[in-house]
């Protein structure tokens, strides 16, 4: 794995709570994703990063929102959690090349 | 929407087999790539395949890009329980800036022994 970790990793919280995930990592990668993982649909971007305080939607990016405020840290934010945001949540990165690395990912369930 | 649709959704073989796995997307891409997920773990990259590529190689990973068909292939030779995994191909499209993948749902895959 290149270096990234996800905080936490599992997480049970109740509709309409804030949540924030964390993605840390230590390749200098510029460029970050966050992704969710549902059955049935695969892996759908949510919001990315193309630098620090660069970032732009996704294909599913309502309800969350994302800042990068160092190169190696991304954090996602679910401003009122719902249950259709119950989830596996990837982080992922990439340098120059175009291949991305995927973090271990956060199950996050929204009761 | 998703760009990319693997084909089939499942696949069960016996160990020593080989494994082939389809993908077909609807734009214009400049790269297709194919990652592995074992089960609760991230994606890894196994292989990418540029848009002016027809075939490419990687230890026992064979894959295909006809772009005029709009359809990329994965093949595993040889296979080995260890490869029980799903296989998901992502596109990047033509012109699209910061790397953005588009998945498929994936194809899983059973390598009994």
């Known amino acids: 794995d290149a270096g990234i970790t996800q905080s936490p990793r599992h997480k049970v919280t109740e509709t309409g709570t804030p949540v924030t995930l964390r993605c840390h990592q230590t390749?200098?990668?510029?460029?970050m994703y966050w992704y969710r993982q549902d059955p049935g649909h695969g892996l759908r971007l949510i919001h990315y990063?193309?630098?620090?305080?660069?970032?732009d939607k996704g294909e599913v990016s309502d309800g969350y929102s994302v800042s990068r405020s160092k190169t190696e840290d991304f954090l996602l934010t679910l401003e009122s959690a719902t249950s259709s945001q119950t989830s596996v949540y990837f982080c992922?990165?990439?340098?120059?090349?175009?291949?991305?690395?995927f973090g271990p990912g956060t199950r996050l369930t929204v009761t | 929407s998703q760009q990319g649709e693997e084909d089939p959704q499942a696949l069960s073989i016996q160990e020593g087999e080989n494994a082939t796995m389809n993908c077909s997307y609807k734009?214009?891409?400049?790269?297709l790539q194919w990652y592995r997920q074992n089960s609760g773990r991230g994606l890894v990259h196994l292989i990418l395949?540029?848009?002016?590529?027809r075939e490419k190689h990687s230890g026992r990973l064979r894959v295909t890009l006809d772009t005029s068909k709009k359809s990329s292939s994965l093949l595993i030779t040889a296979s080995r329980a260890a490869d029980t995994a799903s296989y998901f191909c992502?596109?990047?499209?033509?012109?699209?800036?910061?790397?953005?993948?588009?998945f498929g749902k994936g194809t899983k895959l059973s390598v009994i022994p």
């Open positions: 990063s193309y630098g620090v305080k660069d970032t």
């Open positions: 395949i540029r848009s002016n590529e």
């Open positions: 992502a596109t990047v499209l033509s012109g699209a800036g910061s790397y953005q993948l588009t």
């Open positions: 734009t214009s891409i400049n790269n």
């Open positions: 992922a990165t990439a340098g120059g090349p175009p291949e991305q690395y």
């Open positions: 390749e200098n990668h510029r460029y």
